[in-house]
Every structure is written in C-alpha cells, then in structure tokens.
C-alpha cells in the first residue's frame, strides 16, 4: 500500500524509492539549456575557451582570477587560471567566490597559491554539500576550470551540481594541431553537431604547421554561431530574440590570460 508521492522527493534533495535525486537532475538541466562551451587545445601550452553570450548583458561567461601570490615571496609566477560557467549564473558566481575564499585562506595560512585541482576540489564540495543540506538548492551550474599544474602540463577539470569532479583526460597528446579538449552546456543534440563538425574540420588546419591561431578563432566561431542561429529559429518565428555576440579567451603558460575584445574578435571574423 505505499504511496509513491513526486512532491514529497520534488521539494526536498532527498532519494527516491529508484535512487535519484530529483532536485539534482533539475539542477543539472539547467546546463543543458545554457549556451555551450568550447575547451580547444591548440598546443600544449595553448587553450583557447569560446562561447557565446547574450550581447544585453554585461556579465562574461568566462572568468579570469587573479594571480594569488605573495608579493614577498619570491618564485616562479603561479599559472594563470580561468573558469567558464555555463548554466544559472548567480549560482555561478556563489560557487566562484567559494573558491576565491580557499585560495585566500591557502594564501594566508600555507603561504602557497591555489592550484587548479584544489580550485576545483572546493567548488565540488560546495556543490556536494547542497545536495543533501535541509532547506537548500543544488547549485544550477556546470563549471570547466582550467589552468596548468605543478608540472606545466594543461589540465581541465568540470564541476557538477552533484558535486562531481571529472578530469578532463588528454587523449589527443601525440596530436600537433589543434583539438578539441572539452565541451560543456548545451543539449545533448548540439554537442553531437558541434563534435562532429569540429572533428570534420580541425583537422584540416593541422596540416599548415604552425596553425594560424586566427583561423582557430574563426572556425569554432562561426560554426558556434551557426549551430546557434539554427536552434533560434523557432523562438524568432514567435517573438524577438537577443543576438549574441562571440567570447574568446587565450590562455597560455608563458603569456598568461588574455580575453579578446569584440572590436578583435570582428576583425579576426571579417578577415579569415
């Protein structure tokens, strides 16, 4: 005679009779209706991180944090970190400033910088402890942290609203050209057209040696942008959309974070 209730394990993050949690896969929905995110390894010191944003709004989908050092010790400069957000971002930035709070706690009690996997671990945490917590939300967001490791190597790891930390494997280590590392946000369906059309077409530029960091750009530019507009064609055919603009960030070892204005990221599309 039990009664299986969908309210009662809708409400609250608690299991249901088959082992989910209904409050986490809402939560891990809203990802997969954010706009996706593109980790492209270049080189092996060289990540580029493109998505698309809405042109109206002011907050960037892609963060860079500062160096977290202490200026009177001396050493080598800490690696440059960046993390992309896709999904809720108020949710996005809770998670941001719980990681800002452990690396300025490392720093004042270790007197070390943060490093990306320990970056990465706190933010898990957090997201873990509001799956189960009474009277709380899982975090709305999925979050890439990238950077590059003690050793130099480049490393990207992805945050869940569940709390898990997956580490994004370099497969493609013996490979000189360009490659696609990563792809967070979105459907299911535009990841499987994105994946396709970037394994189709990288390729290609791996046979001019270097490879022209701006065709790069342009190449995984224009096909986020297309894939877009076809996914908006139905919501334009009923009301007004907001157009969105293209977001690019270069990271690298040596030369750190850079994030590219709109005004380059136009002439860079203009041009190639």
């Not at 896709?86 to 706690?105: F, N, P, R, T, Y």
């Not at 493609?172 to 059309?197: I, M």
Request: aromatic share 6%; net charge positive.
């Amino acid at each position: 005679n039990y009664n299986y209730n969908v309210y009662k394990y809708d409400m609250a993050p608690t299991f249901t009779p088959d082992g989910r949690i209904l409050q986490v896969e809402y939560a891990s929905a809203a990802a997969e209706l954010s706009l996706p995110i593109v980790a492209l390894q270049v080189d092996k010191e060289t990540l580029v991180l493109l998505t698309l944003k809405n042109s109206q709004s002011p907050q960037n989908r892609i963060i860079l944090l500062p160096a977290f050092r202490e200026e009177r010790l001396q050493g080598p400069a800490p690696s440059p970190l960046a993390i992309a957000m896709s999904g809720v971002l108020a949710d996005s930035i809770a998670l941001i400033q719980v990681g800002l709070k452990e690396a300025s706690q490392r720093l004042q009690q270790l007197h070390t910088p943060i490093t990306v996997l320990q970056l990465a671990t706190a933010m898990a945490n957090a997201c873990q402890s509001h799956c189960f917590g009474g009277g709380i939300r899982p975090y709305g967001c999925t979050l890439l942290t990238c950077g590059f490791s003690t050793l130099g190597e480049l490393v990207v790891y992805q945050t869940d609203p569940s709390g898990a930390l997956v580490e994004v494997t370099d497969r493609s280590r013996e490979s000189s050209g360009p490659f696609l590392r990563w792809l967070a946000g979105g459907s299911t369906t535009v990841q499987r057209k994105l994946r396709k059309r970037f394994e189709s077409s990288l390729p290609k530029l791996q046979r001019t040696t270097p490879t022209p960091l701006l065709q790069v750009v342009a190449l995984v530019g224009q096909t986020l942008i297309k894939e877009t507009q076809k996914l908006d064609q139905g919501e334009k055919k009923q009301g007004a959309t907001p157009s969105t603009v293209l977001e690019v960030v270069v990271m690298n070892r040596k030369l750190g974070c850079y994030r590219l204005s709109r005004r380059e990221i136009n002439s860079i599309m203009a041009r190639v």
